[in-house]
Structures are given as C-alpha cells and as structure tokens.
C-alpha cells in the first residue's frame, strides 16, 4: 500500500510560481514512477507530467512543457511539480499518483492516488 499526500496549492496571480509537493507513505516509492494530473472545474482529468523510478526519464502534456518541472527526492519520498508563469486555465486540483510501469502514462490506469490539492490562478 502507498498512501499520498499533496501539498503546496493555493491561490496565486497570473505569471506567479507554485511547487506542489506529494509525500508517499511506505518504503517502496523508488519501486513507482510518479506522475501528476489534474482536473479543472466541469471538465475530465488530465494528464499533467510523469517522472520514471530513477527520474531519468520524464514526460509533459503539452500544455505545460517549458513551464512545469517534475522532479522526485527518492530519500524523501516525495515528488515535486514546480508550475512556473502559472496561467487562469492551469486553475484545478491536482493530483498525484504512483505506478509501476511508464507505459500508457497518460492514461489514468495508476495505482495510487492522492486527494488533490487546489490551485486557483487569478488573471
């Protein structure tokens, strides 16, 4: 079992910065790949970003590449979303979550989820 919790959401102003922060429980989280989605009012979740076990390799929606960094602290087991010149429309909850595999990372076929966390962008 991997239990996650997200942290570091809040209101922020247009072009401002957030890094939102997901501590795993448990001493298996080098074994998943970690990834971020988020769902924006009256619309479906989406894929955000995803970071493999290593953190060699990671993958961006295009919606957010060049703005977004995901980055993991395998000691800390936590995974980091840094969101850098935030726009009205990044305006969700966001969630992260924990697979075994990278494969099909867009889809929402993981097997950990947290709660969410709230991001409001204001222009």
């Known amino acids: 079992q991997v239990q996650l919790v997200e942290s570091g959401g809040g209101l922020v102003q247009a072009g401002g910065s957030l890094r939102l922060s997901c501590a795993a429980s448990g001493r298996t989280f080098s074994s998943y790949a970690m990834g971020w989605f988020r769902q924006a009012p009256g619309k479906e979740r989406e894929f955000v970003a995803i970071?493999?076990?290593?953190?060699?390799?990671?993958y961006y929606a295009d919606s957010v590449k060049g703005r977004f960094t995901i980055s993991r602290d395998n000691a800390k087991n936590t995974v980091y979303l840094q969101m850098n010149s935030l726009k009205p429309e990044d305006t969700a909850v966001y969630y992260c979550?924990?697979?075994?595999?990278?494969?099909?990372?867009?889809?929402?076929?993981?097997?950990?989820w947290g709660q969410g966390t709230r991001v409001t962008v204001s222009s």
């Open positions: 979550a924990a697979k075994l595999s990278m494969r099909n990372y867009e889809e929402q076929r993981y097997d950990y």
């Open positions: 970071i493999s076990r290593s953190s060699a390799n990671t």
